[in-house]
């Protein structure tokens, strides 16, 4: 993944753009450059590495440049990181920013060699330089259009030409954000880049191309027909989009939750009904011939569908299939599915592709989501949007949790519609979900608890974390967690199933996590784990008489339904591994070879 940026206004670009390329980081890091129109012709500055190290280039030659420029910041795909890899690509008096895949390049890159272009990069994107020099003549935007129209795969695209008075972008599967300026216009992969110039945004669509100039966007399809446009108004205040006081994005996040969690249910429940209220897309009589769920994600995501598995058949009477998104393609779809994607930011690639897959075979699909106007979106009949904000930091935190509150949603509307749930039912859930922000917030107050068990343990070779019935999808999300951040060896586990093979594997040295807030049957596994001499930090409900006899150490979390219980364990694991990571000064919000939203295959 990658992020690009384009500017064209009145200031000199150079500062613009290494100040939005900088808040597109998340997305990718490991080079950067800019291209900025300076008398007439396109200068050029780019190198591997971060981007501060390329503004001070920038800033030793002299801060060269004009007003109108385009940046990107990569994440390798095609071709290592490397200067020669590193975008704007330049053909001639064209330079172009790119992220996403150009399928076909080789036989484009053939073609153009055959033609005498020269290519400079292994990157794919290069092709996409010279095929617009092929076909620029005087118009841009037509050069463009005919370049895009040869090409397969996905695109977000930003050009300048030397001789052009507008820039010009397009956008095919991934995404790209136009800002509407005072007298400028500005790109950007995502909307907090700009917010520090601009509140005033339009998310353009699937094979739309436009024109930018100072004062005025025109968007066209790519066969040159005008399209109509929508300016909407980010009511995120700066704040959102910055760390807040926090030193990592990650730890923000973790304690945005109770909001979070808030904001995902206010106004979709109803007490006195005993009904959630959520417009799925299917009409009631095809909720109740619905036979069962088959749920598409991956990582985090995937884990908050395991948790549905557990839910929808109690809540609902519907058995859930979860399923691997970059797997599904090798699986069949029954009639009388309900797929349901799951992924925070709407963007990735394997969940994409499945969902598109599941939408030839005739049934209906949702999607739970974080990004309005995101990607799934147009690949579903309705979408659940969880209303986390804009998360930063790569390891997936509040959105997660979010995603959990919206499959609770989930659950008792079809437990409702399908006659499953009574509404007396039903409001139990509610009411219980009305107290989640205060008991999430509960847990984040005992954050130097934790905090200090994360430094006793974090010197560990390898950790355990086990739960059962619906902590076990919590156990593998704190195993990713503790991988992802803390780069330490960590496996999750159902505490029934360790005894069959990785009990082998435990030590003094693997310190195990047991989640013992659902039920008395996890005391076994804790006693086999300590039995081998492991250490276990136990996450036990308030009050419980049993857990401290038997575990090390325990984090007490106050006492609600095991579903939401789910979710105070998640906020423990989360602060686990960052306290770790942080512990072990590692770079907690950027962990190296991973990327904020994976939109390769
Ligand atoms: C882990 C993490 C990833 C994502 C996965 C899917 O913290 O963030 O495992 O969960 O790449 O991303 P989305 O949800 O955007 O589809």
């Known amino acids: 993944m990658c992020g690009i940026v384009a500017y064209i206004g009145c200031e000199k670009a150079g500062p613009v753009l290494f100040d939005t390329l900088k808040r597109l980081e998340y997305r990718g890091y490991d080079s950067a450059g800019v291209a900025i129109k300076s008398n007439e012709e396109i200068e050029v500055i780019k190198s591997a590495g971060k981007i501060a190290d390329l503004e001070k280039i920038y800033v030793s030659l002299g801060s060269p440049g004009e007003t109108i420029g385009i940046g990107h910041t990569r994440w390798a795909t095609h071709g290592r990181p490397s200067d020669s890899n590193a975008h704007p690509f330049i053909s001639g008096q064209i330079a172009i920013v790119h992220n996403g895949i150009i399928e076909n390049y080789l036989d484009l890159r053939e073609l153009l060699t055959e033609m005498g272009f020269v290519f400079s990069s292994e990157t794919d994107s290069e092709v996409l330089a010279h095929l617009i020099n092929l076909y620029y003549k005087e118009d841009l935007s037509e050069a463009v259009a005919r370049a ?88 995120w205040d700066m704040d959102a989009a910055e760390k807040g006081g926090y030193t990592h994005f990650m730890l923000k996040e973790i304690h945005e939750q109770p909001r979070a969690i808030r904001e995902t249910f206010s106004g979709r429940i109803s007490e006195i009904e005993g009904d959630v209220r959520l417009s799925l897309g299917l009409s009631e009589s095809e909720i109740r011939s619905l036979e069962r769920v088959t749920i598409i994600a991956c990582g985090t995501s995937y884990h908050a569908g395991l ?25 069949q779809v029954r009639p009388r599915t309900l797929i349901l994607g799951i992924t925070q930011s709407g963007e990735t690639a394997d969940t994409l592709l499945a969902l598109k897959k599941a939408r030839t075979c005739g049934v209906r699909s949702l999607a739970i989501t974080n990004v309005v106007g995101s990607t799934v979106t147009e690949l579903v009949d309705g979408t659940i949007y969880t209303r986390c904000g804009p998360e930063i930091g790569v390891a997936a935190t509040k959105t997660f949790t979010g995603q959990l509150i919206a499959l609770i949603l989930l659950a008792i509307r079809l437990g409702r519609a399908r006659g499953h749930l009574t509404p007396d039912q039903a409001r139990k859930m509610i009411v219980e979900l009305t107290r989640l922000p205060g008991l999430v917030q509960r847990v984040l107050e005992k954050r130097e608890e934790i905090r200090k068990i994360a430094e006793d343990y974090s010197g560990a070779e390898c950790y355990f974390f086990i739960g059962r019935d619906f902590l076990y999808p919590i156990a593998l999300e704190g195993a990713l967690k503790m991988k992802e951040i803390a780069y330490i060896p960590s496996e999750g586990y159902a505490g029934g199933e360790l005894k069959h093979g990785p009990l082998a594997l435990i030590t003094e040295e693997t310190p195990v996590v047991a989640l013992a807030t659902c039920g008395k049957k996890i005391q076994s596994n804790i006693k086999e784990v300590k039995a081998r001499g492991a250490d276990v930090v136990a996450l036990a409900t308030e009050g419980d008489p049993d857990i401290g006899k038997v575990a090390n150490v325990v984090i007490e979390l106050p006492e609600t339904r095991p579903v939401f219980s789910a979710v105070l364990c998640s906020v423990v694991v989360q602060l686990l591994s960052y306290y770790t990571a942080d512990k072990l000064g590692l770079p907690i919000d950027k962990p190296r070879n991973l990327a904020k939203c994976v939109t390769v295959e």
């Not at 930018?212 to 446009?229: C, K, N, T, V, W």
């Not at 549905?308 to 699986?331: I, N």
Request: proline share 5%.
């Open 307 to 331: 948790l549905a598995k557990y839910l929808f058949v109690r809540a609902a009477g519907l058995p859930v299939e979860v399923e691997m998104a970059s797997e599904f393609q090798h699986l």
């Open 148 to 235: 895009l129209a040869q090409v397969e795969g996905s695109y977000a695209v930003a050009v300048l030409a030397a001789g052009s008075p507008y820039l010009v972008c397009a956008r095919k599967d991934s995404p790209l954000v136009l800002g509407v300026g005072d007298g400028a216009t500005y790109v950007a992969s995502d909307v907090p880049a700009l917010l520090p110039y601009t509140r005033n945004v339009v998310r353009m669509k699937d094979g739309e191309i436009a024109r930018l100039y100072r004062d005025r966007i025109d968007i066209f399809d790519l066969e040159g027909r005008p399209q109509s446009h929508q300016v909407e108004t980010i009511e």
